[in-house]
DNA sequence: GACCAGGTCCTTG
DNA sequence: CAAGGACATGGT
């Protein structure tokens, strides 16, 4: 990564930070946060946090309860995040990686960043995004997430580093502090739904943030 | 009706 | 390895 996207991200960072200061993102205890990480897949929070609030009522919301329940209930709950079937595999595959390989969610307090990281990205469904944001969100690790509006608005700043390095780019710009980290991708995503950025944004709207 | 949402996996060229 | 398609509901 070079010199120049390092201050570039630097400026951006400091520019985001002074437009939205302190805000709180994705509460809920480490369940919920590995249920949404999957539901939020392509699809907006809103809906998310309606299929959060059906499996609640119906005792699903809870890794130990997906691992035994039935296919089809966790389905028909999660619905309305779109893509129902398969993300209703996914939080089975998870929940059963979990129950099988540390026996709760508990127990994967104590295992090491990188490794939770290996580990969770062997679990079919989950990719880099999903993984990160339940490190960061739901188990307080220091681990950036990067999605496609990071990559985006990053882009529209003059930093076109290819996605895979940007986490490691903002990693390094960073304090290594999980509050940092959580709020800067809340920043992002918060500009990104406030300036409605498409998918074939190519004007720099960032540098308002500057002047 | 068209387009898209805080991705990931699988198949092709 | 990059590109393209599949997965699917709900909001604008």
Redesign the pocket.
Do not use: M, P
């Given at each position: 990564m070079s010199v120049s996207s390092s201050y570039k991200l630097q400026t951006t960072v400091r520019a985001l930070r002074s437009r939205y200061g302190e805000i709180s993102?994705?509460p809920g205890d480490c369940d919920e946060v590995m249920i949404?990480?999957i539901l939020?897949?392509?699809?907006?929070?809103?809906?998310v946090t309606r299929a959060l609030a059906v499996l609640r009522s119906r005792g699903l919301c809870s890794i130990a309860a997906l691992s035994s329940a039935h296919i089809r209930d966790i389905e028909d709950a999660v619905?309305?995040?779109?893509?129902?079937?398969?993300?209703?595999k996914?939080l089975q595959s998870l929940a059963a990686h979990v129950v099988n390989t540390y026996g709760s969610v508990a127990a994967m307090e104590h295992v090491p960043t990188a490794v939770l990281r290996a580990d969770l990205?062997s679990?079919?469904?989950?990719?880099?995004?999903?993984?990160d944001?339940i490190l960061c969100?739901g188990f307080s690790r220091t681990s950036f997430?990067i999605?496609?509006?990071t990559e985006k608005i990053l882009r529209c700043t003059g930093i076109h580093e290819p996605r895979w390095s940007l986490k490691a780019l903002l990693e390094s710009a960073l304090p290594c502090d999980n509050q940092e980290y959580r709020k800067t991708?809340?920043y992002i995503?918060e500009y990104?739904?406030e300036f409605c950025?498409?998918?074939?944004c190519d004007t720099c709207i960032l540098v308002n943030l500057s002047g």
């Open positions: 993102w994705w949404g990480a939020t897949q392509q699809a907006r929070w809103e809906q619905r309305c995040t779109g893509f129902f079937r398969i993300k209703a996914r990205l679990v079919n469904g989950i990719g880099e995004e999903t993984a944001s969100y997430v999605d496609a509006y991708h809340a995503v990104a739904k950025i498409k998918k074939r």
